[in-house]
T-cell receptor, first 115, second 112 residues
């Protein structure tokens, strides 16, 4: 049962344009969402996060949007740069009495930004 | 500025052999995790620990064991290696409630 889904395995965009990566989730208990970026032969690194009390969080060129009613979030990268080429993982978790900081990850989307 | 360190980086095992993947962190994080990444499958949680002496199963624990005798170390033991355990293994640590976890560089394991 895939609780976090990234339905697009890959995305290719031109340098300078917008990249939009999508993520859907099924567990309504999730209240915190994160995006991680992974380069080949390296571990994932934290990129940006959003709490369920917000619908948008921005950090420089990166913006994450959350639509709770649709159980959908998206990561926007504007403008896209060749160095952004990587695998992007969406992750979710929830706070609660049994919170353990565990993250549930999607399958990942490979972004290629062409010069 | 080491962060999360995993060893070995690469290993080839024969079916039925056993080995331990080492993980240590120097950030004094209470929470530690082992994930595996298979192609097209994202990251799956194997085991996790919320503090020294406390461990629990994740989504895919079968074939693995862990221990947490200190805050810094969280080794992952593979007993009787099987081809299905060919994967990239990532150790991670965090402070729990902040939900941001920090990953090591990964260990590539091939079982033949």
């Amino acid at each position: 049962d895939q609780q976090v889904k990234q339905n697009s395995p890959s995305l290719s965009v031109q340098e300078g344009r917008i990249s939009i990566l999508n993520c859907d989730y099924t567990n309504s208990m999730f209240d915190y969402f994160l995006w991680y970026k992974k380069y080949p032969a390296e571990g994932p690194t934290f990129l940006i996060s959003i709490s369920s009390i917000k619908d948008k969080n921005e950090d420089g060129r990166f913006t994450v949007f959350l639509n709770k009613s649709a159980k959908h979030l998206s990561l926007h990268i504007v403008p896209s740069q060749p160095g952004d080429s990587a695998v992007y993982f969406c992750a979710a978790t929830y706070h609660g009495s049994s919170n353990t900081g565990k993250l549930i990850f999607g399958q990942g989307t490979t972004l290629q930004v062409k010069p | 500025n080491a962060g999360v360190t995993q060893t070995p980086k690469f290993r080839i095992l024969k079916i039925g052999q056993s080995m331990t993947l080492q993980c240590t962190q120097d950030m004094n994080h209470n929470y530690m995790y082992w994930y595996r990444q298979d192609p097209g499958m994202g990251l799956k949680l194997i085991y996790y620990s919320v503090g020294a002496g406390i461990t629990d199963k994740g989504e895919v624990p079968n074939g693995y064991n862990v221990s947490r005798s200190t805050t810094e170390d969280f080794p992952l033991r593979l007993e009787l290696a099987a081809p299905s355990q060919t994967s990239v293994y990532f150790c991670a640590s965090g402070v729990g409630l902040s939900n941001t976890i920090y990953f090591g560089e990964g260990s590539w394991l091939t079982v033949v």
